[in-house]
């Protein structure tokens, strides 16, 4: 059993850096939840169940997808307020005639 706990720490302590090193947040949101995923089967195996059960809901389900709704929502804003600022230029800078 020692040796599974060991395996599962070193597939943790990869996911973790594996999360980190992610530049895009949204695939950084979808290796959070594999990471969550990795800690919920090593609590599993440190016998706490109520842990893992916790970290399946929270860690590995509702934190990525607040993530991605946020990322998206930023996205959504910064497009509509590109928009507008191009809407109010003046014409002259659009390359329309005198």
């Not at 597939?11 to 695939?27: Q, Y």
């Not at 706490?48 to 389900?61: N, R």
């Not at 990525?64 to 230029?89: C, F, N, S, T």
């Amino acid at each position: 059993m020692t040796a599974i706990i060991a395996l599962a720490l070193v597939f943790v302590a990869i996911g973790g850096t594996a999360t980190a090193l992610t530049p895009d947040p949204e695939r950084q949101a979808v290796t959070l939840s594999l990471y969550g995923l990795l800690l919920t089967l090593l609590f599993f195996l440190l016998a706490a169940p109520d842990v893992a059960l916790a970290q399946l809901g929270a860690g590995t389900v509702v934190v990525p997808l607040i993530i991605m709704l946020a990322v998206r929502k930023i996205r959504h804003v910064g497009e509509d307020a590109e928009r507008d600022r191009e809407e109010r230029a003046d014409p002259a800078e659009k390359g329309a005639p005198r």
